[in-house]
């Protein structure tokens, strides 16, 4: 099973941006879908991204779309999140998670999740 450590997390002001990266063990890394989900103070776990085992498709929640980019490198096993224009409303701990597919992720059904690293956007 795939281990997952994020990183990249901070504090920011709004508008401003952060990159998250999530480092995979192990050789199957290219095997596995990959997602971010996020999870603000008193509200459930939520998709932020996802993004197919070969990098060729990626999904995107409307609350970030056209914000957020979420990219894969399988040399390097790792999986990042660009966050630009960030908002107060972005605010949570943010986990990277591996699935057997895109479907699976958006279902809820993961295989392994990260560690969560916290983002902070003050206003």
């Known amino acids: 099973q795939v281990q997952l450590v994020a990183s990249g997390g901070g504090l920011v002001q709004a508008g401003g941006s952060l990159r998250l990266s999530c480092t995979a063990s192990g050789r199957t890394f290219s095997r596995y879908a990959m997602g971010w989900f996020r999870q603000a103070p008193g509200k459930e776990r939520v998709v932020v991204a996802t993004?197919?085992?070969?990098?060729?498709?990626?999904y995107y929640a409307d609350s970030v779309k056209g914000r957020f980019t979420i990219s894969r490198d399988n040399v390097k096993n790792t999986v990042s999140l660009q966050m630009n224009s960030l908002k107060p409303e972005d605010t949570a701990v943010y986990y990277c998670?591996?699935?057997?597919?895109?479907?699976?992720?958006?279902?809820?059904?993961?295989?392994?999740w990260g560690q969560g690293t916290q983002v902070t956007v003050s206003s």
């Open positions: 993004i197919t085992y070969n990098g060729g498709s990626t």
């Open positions: 998670a591996a699935g057997s597919s895109v479907g699976a992720l958006l279902a809820g059904t993961t295989l392994s």
